[in-house]
């Protein structure tokens, strides 16, 4: 099952991502540039970043950004945000290669919690605990990404949590 760490800004980001690179986790970059010294080939670069496409071995859009134009432009691993099990299949259709559902747990901007339902083939997003990621492998999901149970951490915190999510990927 995958873990996918998601960036949320402030103060040592590069030394954040190390740390779940070295974890096993894979990043999503959602920063206003890209930073230097990562290892872009092991990263998941926002497609809203400057120059992301040409440089991203990996491309991770929105919502609402448009799939199909996006997979004409770039032939790497494609992933794309979706609030619907619907949606979600859409962006597949669309070449989309996995597709972040949200939220599950947790509501965010105004969306209600969505629970379990049409996770299959999906990627959680939206308060997964380590303690949730074997119900969403049992959904069906393919993978957990997190946020704020990761990012929002001091480091040290950080680092234990992953562990955490590191043992229940597994």
């Known amino acids: 099952m995958r873990l996918i760490?998601?960036?949320?800004?402030?103060e040592s980001l590069i030394e954040?991502?190390?740390?779940a690179l070295d974890a096993?986790?894979?990043?999503?970059?959602?920063?206003?540039?890209?930073?230097?010294?990562?290892p872009l080939d092991r990263l998941i670069l926002h497609a809203r970043m400057?120059?992301?496409?040409q440089v991203a071995y990996a491309l991770h859009l929105s919502a609402d950004m448009d799939v199909a134009?996006?997979?004409?432009?770039?032939a790497g691993p494609l992933s794309a945000s979706a609030h619907s099990p619907e949606a979600a299949a859409q962006k597949r259709d669309l070449g989309a290669d996995a597709v972040f559902l949200s939220p599950i747990f947790a509501a965010r901007h105004g969306r209600p919690?969505?629970?379990?339902?049409?996770?299959?083939?999906c990627i959680a997003l939206g308060g997964?605990?380590?303690?949730?990621?074997?119900?969403?492998?049992?959904a069906g999901a393919v993978g957990v990404a997190v946020l704020g149970g990761i990012w929002s951490l001091p480091l040290g915190q950080m680092a234990s949590r992953l562990y955490r999510y590191q043992v229940a990927t597994k």
Do not use: M, Y
Request: net charge positive; aromatic share 2%; hydrophobic share 40%.
């Open 50 to 53: 400057p120059g992301a496409s």
């Open 24 to 38: 096993g986790a894979e990043v999503l970059i959602r920063e206003p540039a890209i930073p230097e010294g990562l």
């Open 128 to 138: 997964v605990l380590p303690e949730h990621v074997a119900t969403c492998a049992q």
């Open 16 to 19: 954040r991502v190390q740390l």
């Open 5 to 10: 760490v998601i960036t949320g800004g402030g």
């Open 113 to 121: 919690a969505r629970g379990l339902v049409g996770i299959e083939g």
């Open 69 to 74: 134009a996006c997979r004409k432009r770039f």
